[in-house]
Antibody
């Protein structure tokens, strides 16, 4: 059974870079027909799509975050990562990684999420 | 401000049928499929409906979705206590080139 697990360093200071990794087990992220995504949720902003990575390595970013965002992939480690630079309090949220079947345009499997706080 | 508009709350008694609405525009729901997610406290969202009216395997047929014009609805029949959760709609927005989410509807089972 496919499982996704987010991991990261914990609290981030304002203006620093947020780095998170999503480890995928029970299936390969290079399997055709899927995107791998990051979604965040905060009390103030609700659910927000951050960006996605296709099975071939193409990345797609939310326009609101594109200037600060990089999504990368480690094919051999079966994991993908997020780096968000110059974070502010507005970036504090629960960050989820999720799978999106290309044909569905919906996120069908989610990780449990990781809470990211931004504080000096 | 959310791209899609949902009522903040809804309620029903066990066994009842409830519907949750989701209003959008010609750049999102009007031309793209709608997805619905259920989120219980402290857990990740769970996909309930995709492509406006399709259920993933494992989702009870008590849950159904529909779309008309720039609006969509999620219906839950035979309401159960375990259905108490937050429900979110989502659709791709062509103008924003982004996924639009609703602000969520908190469903209370009385």
């Amino acid at each position: 059974q496919l499982q996704l697990q987010e991991s990261g360093p914990g609290p981030v200071k304002p203006s620093e870079t947020l780095s998170l990794t999503c480890s995928v087990s029970g299936g390969s992220i290079s399997t055709s027909g899927y995107y791998w995504a990051w979604v965040r949720q905060s009390p103030g902003r609700g659910l927000q799509w951050i960006g996605s990575l296709s099975f071939s390595g193409t990345t797609y970013y939310s326009p609101s975050l594109r200037s600060r965002l990089t999504i990368s992939v480690d094919w051999s480690g079966n994991q993908f990562s997020l780096k968000l630079t110059s974070v502010t309090a507005a970036d504090a949220a629960v960050y989820y990684c999720a799978r999106r079947p290309m044909a569905w345009h919906a996120f069908d499997i989610w990780g449990r999420g990781t809470l990211v706080t931004v504080s000096s | 401000q959310s791209v899609l508009t949902q009522p903040p709350s809804a309620s029903g008694t066990p066994g009842q049928r409830v519907t949750i609405s989701c209003s959008g525009s010609s750049s999102n729901i009007g031309i793209n499929a709608v997805n619905w997610y259920q989120q219980r406290p402290g857990t990740a969202p769970r996909l309930l409906i995709y492509s406006s009216d399709q259920r993933p395997s494992g989702v009870p047929d008590r849950f159904s979705g529909s779309k008309s014009g720039t609006s969509a609805s999620l219906a839950i029949s035979g309401l159960q206590s375990e259905d108490e959760a937050d429900y979110y709609c989502a659709a791709w927005d062509e103008s924003l080139s982004d996924v639009g989410f609703g602000g969520g509807t908190k469903l209370t089972v009385l």
